[in-house]
Every structure is written in C-alpha cells, then in structure tokens.
C-alpha cells in the first residue's frame, strides 16, 4: 500500500503494483518506437499524465495513456481487478441479503430448532430435555431471539424482585451447578450464530485467557500479546467458567480478567459469563455473586447488575 495521502482504489492498485512489477526492467518503461510507428510513452510521461483529471486531458495525451496501458499489459489487468472486484462485490450483497434473510427468520422456534440441530451435530447426542433443562434453557432461547417474553425471566431475591433488571442490551450471566450444561448450550449458541452481525459472539474459557495470555507473554515480540489482548476487546464474547482461572503469571502476578471486565465495560461490550455456584453454598446464586466478588473487585462486582442478565441454571450434573 502506498504511503502517500491519495485514496487507495482500483486505480492506485494497479499503478503500484505496475511499479513493483516492473522496477527491475527499467528498459520496459522507457519511449519507445514499435515497427508500426506508434510511440510507447516513458513511465515517468504516464505518471505524470495520470496525475492530470480525467475531464482535463487532451485527445493526444488519451491516446498516449491507452497505448501505454495496453502495450503493457495494464489495460487487460484494470480489466481482471474490476471484474474480481465486482464479482467479490456481487458475492458480499449475497451473503448480506442472506444474513437478513436469516435474521428476518429469527423467533423462538427458529431459535429453539437450529440449537437442537446444532447440538446434535456438534456433540453427536441429542440435547437431553427434562424438566430442569427446559426450564434452563428457555430464556437462553428468548434472549437470543429477542422475545419481549425474555423481561420476565431471571433470578430473584427472597422477594421476588430481579437481581438484575431483564434487559436485551445487557450479556447473560449463567450461575449454576458444576456438570449442568452451562457450557455446553452457550458453546452451541456460540456457533449457532457465527458470521451473523447482530447475533455472533466469540468464546474462551477463563482458564484458556490465562494460558494464552501466558503464552503470548514468552515472545520477544510485545505486539503478540497486544494483538492478543486486542481481540479480547473489540467484540461480544463468551467467557465460560469465571472464577476458575488461577492468575497469569507474566510479568508478575495479575489478575487478568479482572482487568478484563473492566476494560470490556468500559468499551460498552455485550459479555456473557457462566460460572459455577460457590463451594459449600449449597446453589445459592447470591453466594456465587460474593464469591465473583472476592475474585476480582468491588469495581467489577458493582458493575455485574448493569453489565449482565442473571440466569439460575437449576438441576443435576450430567457428567460421569
């Protein structure tokens, strides 16, 4: 890419990649005479001509221009980029009006029959349904279809007032029992909705955080963990398992998602969390929230009721 101001089109393609193509055969940019009389400008007479508008340009100097392109092989090549640009054009309309079309589609039963798909396919079982899973999962389905139903769902208090006010602008934060699906509905939500603007979230889980972040940290180069860091912070992401993670050990001891969640909210980033209930709590989502707390700060703990929906996942582990 050319480091000057000009816009970089088509246009500015073609004329650098000329330049690059041809910088060691000076002997082919020069004037010359073919046997037929015409003249061949010199590259430095294009470049120069190149510069003049368009509308400005004498019937001579056009001509020049056209001979010049088409005795190099530039005419034929502004042909391919334009018909290759058009085509990736012709395909990205495609894939958007397919996206809308998909997006058009969306409602809870939509929703409800791809997940089951999706689980299918990716885990090679059916998703089990009982009572409890149903009951997990159902909000998890209004949300991600952006049902008004949604605004009734979420954990309550003792007296029966939301945790966290239901809100489509907010992520989801999924507190439940070890073994009890948590991740394995989020993960196919995850891919459910890959590609889809609007829809589509990344993933990690805490502990993969910690061991990327450590790993980037071993090179001699900084911008790798700064690259790593970066993805972290530009878009909706799924964080599985909070709490879990031990500190990173680079550059000292550093609580790495606590500084996370600060940063993602501070850049107004959909997140979306699970983690276990606390040890010993005998599945008391209020317990789980203390112990998010103790884990990170005060600062990110006073944030979880505006940054999240509080989802209880109830029910038995289903691993073995």
């Known amino acids: 890419m050319t480091t000057d101001s000009k816009k970089y089109n088509v246009d500015n393609y073609i004329e650098d990649a000329l330049v690059s193509k041809h910088e060691s055969k000076p002997d082919r940019m020069i004037r010359i005479e073919l046997e037929d009389g015409t003249v061949v400008i010199g590259k430095n007479r294009y470049d120069a001509l190149k510069k003049i508008p368009t509308k400005s340009l004498l019937k001579s100097q056009k001509s020049q221009i056209e001979i010049f392109e088409k005795h190099h ?101 999924i507190i439940g029992g070890f073994g009890n699906g948590k991740t394995t509905i989020m993960n196919t939500f995850q891919r459910m909705f890959i590609g889809l603007d609007g829809f589509a979230f990344g993933r990690f ?57 600060q940063e993602r909210y501070n850049k107004k980033l959909k997140t979306h969390i699970s983690m276990n209930y606390a040890q010993g709590s005998n599945g008391n989502v209020l317990d789980a929230l203390l112990e998010f707390k103790g884990k990170y700060s005060n600062q990110v703990y006073d944030r979880i009721y505006e940054m999240y929906n509080i989802i209880e996942f109830k029910g038995k582990s289903f691993r073995k």
């Open 73 to 173: 092989g530039i005419a034929d090549y502004i042909k391919k980029i334009t018909s290759q640009k058009e085509e990736s054009e012709k395909i990205l309309k495609a894939q958007e009006e397919k996206r809308a079309q998909i997006i058009a589609t969306i409602n809870k039963q939509s929703v409800w029959n791809v997940f089951l798909k999706t689980y299918e396919k990716h885990y090679q079982t059916r998703f089990i349904q009982d009572d409890d899973t149903l009951a997990n999962i159902a909000p998890l389905v209004l949300y991600f279809a952006k049902d008004e139903q949604f605004l009734k769902h979420g954990a309550k208090d003792v007296n029966g007032a939301f945790l966290s006010k239901p809100n489509f602008d907010k992520g989801l934060c």
């Open 205 to 261: 889980s805490s502990h993969e955080i910690v061991r990327k972040y450590e790993e980037a940290s071993k090179h001699s180069h900084p911008e790798i963990i700064e690259n790593f860091w970066n993805m972290l912070i530009r878009s909706e992401l799924y964080i599985d398992d909070v709490k879990a993670e031990n500190e990173a050990l680079a550059y000292g001891k550093k609580n790495l998602l606590n500084s996370l969640f």
